[in-house]
Nanobody, 118 residues
Framework: QVHLEESGGGLVQAGGSLRLSCAASGNIFSINTMAWYRQAPGKRRELVARITSGGSTNFADSAKGRFTISRDNAKNTVFLQMNSLRPEDTAVYYC????????????WGQGTQVTVAS
């Protein structure tokens, strides 16, 4: 079993910044992709940013140029630096991790609320 501990959410004014962290612990033998998703009220969960074990990244169009994703493999942690935040970024942000090689298991964090005030 793998546990994901998220932190860094909160309330911020439009134009401000937040940094989300997600630390994985437990039965970890090979972490592959790490990612952040978000879900706003009444909307489907959507990918925000993803980073592979090799460091390749991709972003939702809405996040490009404003958000950065990075990871610390030694600490099994993924970060999401969010700059120039907008009210439409308001959502619950979820950490997502894939673990394993021959068989891949996916895990979700409990979510952290990000609220951007206009």
């Amino acid at each position: 079993q793998v546990h994901l501990e998220e932190s860094g959410g909160g309330l911020v004014q439009a134009g401000g910044s937040l940094r989300l962290s997600c630390a994985a612990s437990g039965n970890i033998f090979s972490i592959n992709t790490m990612a952040w998703y978000r879900q706003a009220p009444g909307k489907r969960r959507e990918l925000v940013a993803r980073i592979t074990s090799g460091g390749s990244t991709n972003f939702a169009d809405s996040a490009k140029g404003r958000f950065t994703i990075s990871r610390d493999n030694a600490k099994n942690t993924v970060f999401l630096q969010m700059n120039s935040l907008r009210p439409e970024d308001t959502a619950v942000y979820y950490c997502y991790v894939e673990v394993g090689q021959d068989i891949v298991y996916a895990y979700w964090g409990q979510g952290t609320q990000v609220t951007v005030a206009s």
